[in-house]
């Protein structure tokens, strides 16, 4: 299987910048999607990448190289309740199968 | 309108018992999936489906593990002869296609093989 490296957990102040990395497998990419997931709640889509740059969305921003095998998660001016789960997740293959990495679990400090 | 809905909200069985857990999607979405997440543990994908047909498949984990979908719309993960470590949260998700559109999840079937 691929495999999808982010940190597990991360901690920053609230009102700074925090910037989650992925690295995955080339072979095969089709697309990267970053979910947000609060504890005990279901995840919900922050972005998805197919093309190489930055993608931004208020105060949330994805980026991917795809030589290179690498995303991040952009999160600006940062809130109490940004403290959540951020998963990384790759389309791999023609019959769109998805490998979800582990998850960076973001804690912000005041 | 509604969201993805997914019923029982929680299931408790005895090892070896079958299970069988349902998904409404979101009226109109095409494509549909289903995960599991254990505990601690990441997103697993199962299987997804592109209208009633599922391409792929092989991300189930063991032949005790179907899914179908009809007409459509709703679709059952069905486990056979359950086992501890079947024991998990099963999100089901759906969007408007395929792979590539934002996915609106469930609240999830919480599983306990006891």
């Known amino acids: 299987g691929q495999n999808i490296d982010q940190p597990t957990e991360m901690t920053a102040t609230e009102g700074a910048i925090v910037q989650i990395n992925c690295t995955y497998q080339?072979?095969?990419?089709?697309?990267l999607f970053w979910y947000q997931q609060h504890a005990g709640e279901a995840p919900t889509f922050l972005s998805y990448n197919v093309l190489d740059g930055l993608e931004e969305k208020g105060r949330f921003s994805s980026f991917l190289s795809r030589s290179k095998g690498y995303s991040y998660l952009l999160l600006k001016e940062l809130q109490m309740k940004d403290s959540a789960s951020y998963l990384c997740a790759v389309i791999f293959g023609g019959y769109q199968k998805v490998t979800f990495g582990i998850g960076t679990k973001l804690q912000v400090i005041p | 309108g509604a969201g993805v809905s997914q019923s029982p909200s929680n299931k408790v069985t005895e090892k070896g018992k079958d299970v069988e857990l349902r998904c409404d999607p979101i009226?109109?979405?095409?494509?549909l999936y289903w995960y599991r997440q254990s505990l601690g543990q990441g997103l697993e994908f199962l299987i997804y489906?592109?209208?009633?047909?599922?391409?792929?498949k092989s991300g189930l984990p063991s032949d005790r593990f179907s899914a179908e979908r009809t007409g459509g719309s709703v679709s059952t993960l069905t486990i056979q002869r359950t086992q501890q470590e079947d024991s998990a949260v099963y999100l089901c998700?759906?969007?408007?296609?395929?792979?590539?559109?934002?996915?609106?999840f469930g609240p999830g079937t919480r599983l306990t093989v006891l």
């Open positions: 080339t072979s095969g990419f089709n697309g």
């Open positions: 489906f592109q209208g009633n047909s599922a391409p792929d």
């Open positions: 009226s109109g979405h095409t494509a």
């Open positions: 998700a759906s969007s408007e296609t395929g792979f590539g559109n934002e996915q609106f």
